[in-house]
């Protein structure tokens, strides 16, 4: 899967603005964008059939009669919706309509020279072979409403297969989140470089399979559409590969770090057999598990190549941590909620170590995430964070990290800056943020990994990376990106213990073996 920086709707702006001031017309961007669309729906009718194009007051709009006008001139029956009289469109969608209406748009419709239907004479959306929305693009600001509203609705009735232009109407670009309503699309053409709407649910949902086509901008034009912006990706091995783990002839288990994992009680001890399974199988040179003593003789009896120690509580963890070896702990999976908890995660971050926090070790610091920030950088820590919603809602109460109005994305990036860690947000459209600002979505992933102990395992897999050097933002992405492969690679009737098992084929490929 090829990784890419992803555009904000803004930065989309800075795009265009900068190819059009480099001496691209902004009607040819138009042409090639129609053209691209037009390319796509000829794939899904190969023999021909019925068009609808509905088309939109703006751009969106304009690049719908491209395609419109390129599909009848190959002979394809197309009937067109204007959302607007076409002497109302805006921009380069009235150049696309006729040289004669006002503003930039003025062409694309002076080249439609067929029926132009307005949204009232649409009383059957059945009977086409496919639709194309072109209706709003990624810059949808506000709620769709009126004859909108009505249109996209009616599009949830029929059996055609819709293809959209940029985002599904009614997706925001920049969050995912409908407004209203939204298209539900089979594929969705947009341009340049993939938006965070496409990865972001429901938005994810509602794009299908996504083809990103080229319009005429270059390199330049995408230096100066991000610009300063914190760097945003969709998350995959490009990110990352330059610093996985790779072994050398000289190495061994030493090398390649010492995790440790902190067990609950007796009847509590499966997450973090899950986790210590899965830094294992990552690659942590030597994995232990820290239990308390009623649950040794629970741990012993499944436990093989992972090492076993007592630890009672806060004081024999700092006991343990004497030894400098151990490079990385995992702390939550099954371990608790209460102060008992908190205790040892401030040990563990007073050592100065790399952490892994999920599951109870978030829910004891309910509401207190700037205590749990303060422990981290008391001692020196570098920490990564892996809640769910319902984790992340927990922690992060009474901080603007949960504010109501804002995305997936910007929560994560709020809470990796408050609590100066890195932020695994999980999900069907997990994010991970680093304080910097930094930030990967992954969509590589699968309904199947909702399951029992998955996120444990995850949990295990991030320490496996870091005991082995990776940085953290880095080893993050990756683990994520590897938890969704293996999960791809099963599919059905997927267990939590299964994903470590597939670690190896999942390594193989990212080393290419």
Not at 313 to 335: M, Y
Not at 375 to 386: F, M, N, P, Y
Not at 455 to 483: K, N, R, T, Y
């Amino acid at each position: 899967m090829e990784t890419t920086r992803l555009l904000t709707v803004e930065a989309m702006r800075r795009v265009d603005a900068a190819a059009i001031a480099r001496g691209v017309p902004g009607t040819s961007l138009m042409e090639r964008a129609g053209a691209a669309v037009a390319a796509r729906v000829r794939a899904h009718l190969p023999e021909g059939g019925r068009v609808l194009v509905l088309c939109g007051p703006g751009n969106n709009g304009g690049d719908g009669f491209v395609a419109a006008r390129l599909l009848r001139d190959a002979g394809i029956a197309v009937d067109l919706v204007a959302l607007v009289p076409v002497t109302d469109l805006s921009g380069d969608a009235a150049a696309a309509a006729a040289a004669s209406f006002k503003g930039d748009a003025a062409a694309a419709a002076a080249a439609w020279t067929g029926p132009v239907l307005a949204p009232a004479d649409l009383t059957d959306v059945h009977g086409y072979g496919l639709v194309v929305d072109a209706l709003f693009g990624a810059g949808l600001s506000r709620d769709l409403e009126g004859d909108a509203a009505v249109l996209v609705e009616r599009l949830g009735c029929t059996t055609a297969p819709v293809i959209a232009v940029d985002v599904p109407s009614g997706i925001d670009g920049d969050t995912g989140a409908v407004r209203g309503c939204a298209v539900r699309a089979v594929e969705t053409v947009t341009f340049v470089a993939l938006k965070p709407g496409h990865l972001l649910q429901p938005g994810q949902d509602r794009c299908g399979i996504v083809h990103v086509a080229e319009i005429g901008t270059d390199a330049a034009d995408l230096t100066a559409g991000f610009g300063a912006d914190a760097p945003l990706w969709r998350n995959g091995p490009d990110l990352w590969r330059r610093t996985f783990p790779r072994l050398a002839a000289a190495s061994h288990k030493y090398t390649r770090g010492h995790a440790l994992v902190l067990s609950g009680p007796a009847h509590r001890t499966g997450a973090a057999r899950l986790a210590a399974r899965a830094a294992l199988r990552v690659g942590a040179g030597l994995v232990t598990l820290a239990a308390p003593p009623n649950a040794m003789a629970e741990n012993a009896a499944h436990l093989t190549a992972i090492m076993l120690r007592a630890c009672e509580g806060a004081d024999d963890l700092d006991d343990l941590l004497v030894d400098e070896r151990l490079n990385v702990v995992v702390a939550g999976p099954g371990l608790g909620v209460g102060e008992a908890t908190r205790d040892l995660v401030a040990v563990a971050a007073g050592a100065g170590r790399h952490l892994v926090l999920d599951a109870d070790a978030l829910t004891s610091f309910k509401g207190r995430a700037r205590l749990l920030a303060a422990h981290i950088a008391d001692g020196a820590s570098q920490a990564v964070l892996t809640p769910h919603a319902g984790e992340f809602a927990r922690l992060f109460e009474g901080t603007d990290a949960v504010a109501d109005d804002l995305s997936k994305l910007e929560r994560a990036r709020r809470a990796a800056a408050l609590t100066a860690t890195v932020v695994v947000f999980k999900g069907a459209d997990t994010v991970v943020a680093a304080p910097d600002g930094r930030a990967a979505i992954n969509d590589h992933g699968t309904p199947y990994l909702g399951t029992a102990g998955s996120g444990d395992v995850l949990s295990g897999l991030i320490a496996g990376l870091l005991a082995q050097g990776m940085p953290l933002f880095e080893a993050a992405a990756a683990a994520v990106w590897m938890h969704g492969d293996a999960g791809r690679r099963h599919g059905p009737g997927l267990i939590a213990e299964d994903i470590p098992e597939l670690m190896p084929a999942v390594l193989r490929g990212i080393l290419g073996l």
